[in-house]
Structures are given as C-alpha cells and as structure tokens.
C-alpha cells in the first residue's frame, strides 16, 4: 500500500510559520479581550467597593485566575514574538532561521512560564481548598 501524503488545504501546510502566526494573533487576541475586562473591572472602582467588591470577589474565583497565567503566558509569548518578526523584519538571516527563531520562542516562553506556575499554581490550589 502506498504511503499517503499529508492533505495541504490551499496553501497552508501547518508548519512552524504557520503556527506562529495563528498563536500570534489568539495570543493578542486574548491581551486585547483581557485588557478589556480589566479596565472595566478597575473602573467600577468609582462606584464604590459595593459595587465593585462583588465583582472583584467574582474575578478571584480559580477558573480566572488560571486564566491569568495563560494571559500571562499569551503576553510572554507574543512579545517573544512580535522580537522575532522584527528579527526577520530587519536582518537578512531573519527569514532563513525563522524556524529555530520561533522554536527558541517556545522555549524561551517556556522557561519564562515555569517560575511563574511554581510561584502561582500552588497559591490558586491553596485558595482553591
């Protein structure tokens, strides 16, 4: 039996490049929705802690605040990123080592997160008990 190749749909292929770029905009997308709700929840400040403090009380649940860390890890990452495009923007072998460029964002993204959920994880298991 022949050995069938991957199906390309159009021009994507679902390589490194391709990848990054989808991660670079869901990681945006989401600071963006992030910054959002954030301003939103600071401004009810005005209105008193009435007001406010139900709905802080409501942010601080652990659903959201596993959220935070992977909007802290969206935010890592895009600007990892958002460095390695002006790489390939700006240098000649940006574009030829795009590849290793967007792996070493992942890793660096990586090691950047891990003290973070060190840090973190244990203090919304805490909370959370």
Known sequence: MARQEPREVGMYRGREGQ???????????????????????????????????????FFHQGAFRIGLVLVMAGVVYHALNGLRIIIMDFTDWGVKYQRQLWYGVLALTAAIGAPVLYIVVPQIIQDLS
């Open 19 to 57: 990848w990054a770029f989808v991660l670079h905009r869901l990681s945006g997308l989401a600071v963006a929705f992030y910054l959002y709700i954030h301003v939103a929840n600071i401004s009810l400040a005005m209105f008193g802690p009435e007001v406010a403090g139900p709905i802080l009380d």
